[in-house]
T-cell receptor
Framework: DAGVIQSPRHEVTEMGQEVTLRCKPISGHDYLFWYRQTMMRGLELLIYFNNNVPIDDSGMPEDRFSAKMPNASFSTLKIQPSEPRDSAVYFC???????????????FGPGTRLTVL | GNSVTQMEGPVTLSEEAFLTINCTYTATGYPSLFWYVQYPGEGLQLLLKATKADDKGSNKGFEATYRKETTSFHLEKGSVQVSDSAVYFCALRNTGGFKTIFGAGTRLFVKA
């Protein structure tokens, strides 16, 4: 299995630009999570989906952030407009459905390092 | 609310030294406890877990025991290797929930 795939791996953009981060979860996983990691705040859960439906988006910092999961194999995290304080590493993770495996474990992608100038 | 507190790093050890990284938690109910490891440039990966009191999780020579009386889940390894250099995250997830709460992470450097 290829694991969780994220793209791009690195993104450098200017303040005010729209940024779209992409994630392909592991096939058969029903749960998808977006995290943000910074030195100051550590690892923060932004939002998670179950069967493509957003369940908890209480960690999304503000309206500039939005996430979608149009199907079971693809999710996006969009920032519009981007700001320098959004610079971080963004991780996507997925977990199996209850019926197929342990939902305890999350499988993380390699992350997207975002730099907003 | 739920929270995880782990010792600040970095921790610097010589190869073959004994490792302990402390982790304590606050939670309602009976959470599952985890240690994740993050190698440079990679995402987190599960190292070990324990789902109930007195359970011991183990993997790759690492161990941690779920201590309900002290609300702790300390990570230990008897003899570290240079390849163990990474950031280690303690985490918890409450029963029936899907939010995993992560600690701040502890960076480990192992010198040859």
């Amino acid at each position: 299995d290829a694991g969780v795939i994220q793209s791009p791996r690195h993104e450098v953009t200017e303040m005010g630009q729209e940024v779209t981060l992409r994630c392909k979860p592991i096939s058969g996983h029903d749960y998808l999570f977006w995290y943000r990691q910074t030195m100051m705040r550590g690892l923060e859960l932004l939002i998670y989906f179950n069967n493509n439906v957003p369940i908890d988006d209480s960690g999304m910092p503000e309206d500039r952030f939005s996430a979608k999961m149009p199907n079971a194999s693809f999710s996006t995290l969009k920032i519009q407009p981007s700001e320098p304080r959004d610079s971080a590493v963004y991780f996507c993770a997925s977990s199996p459905a209850r019926r197929t495996g342990s939902t305890d474990t999350q499988y993380f992608g390699p992350g997207t390092r975002l730099t907003v100038l | 609310g739920n929270s995880v507190t782990q010792m600040e790093g970095p921790v610097t050890l010589s190869e073959e030294a004994f490792l302990t990284i402390n982790c304590t938690y606050t939670a309602t109910g009976y959470p599952s406890l985890f240690w994740y490891v993050q190698y440079p440039g990679e995402g987190l990966q599960l190292l070990l877990k324990a789902t109930k009191a007195d359970d011991k999780g183990s993997n790759k020579g690492f161990e941690a025991t779920y201590r309900k009386e002290t609300t702790s889940f300390h990570l230990e390894k008897g003899s570290v290797q240079v390849s163990d250099s990474a950031v280690y995250f303690c985490a918890l997830r409450n029963t029936g929930g899907f939010k995993t709460i992560f600690g701040a992470g502890t960076r480990l450097f192992v010198k040859a």
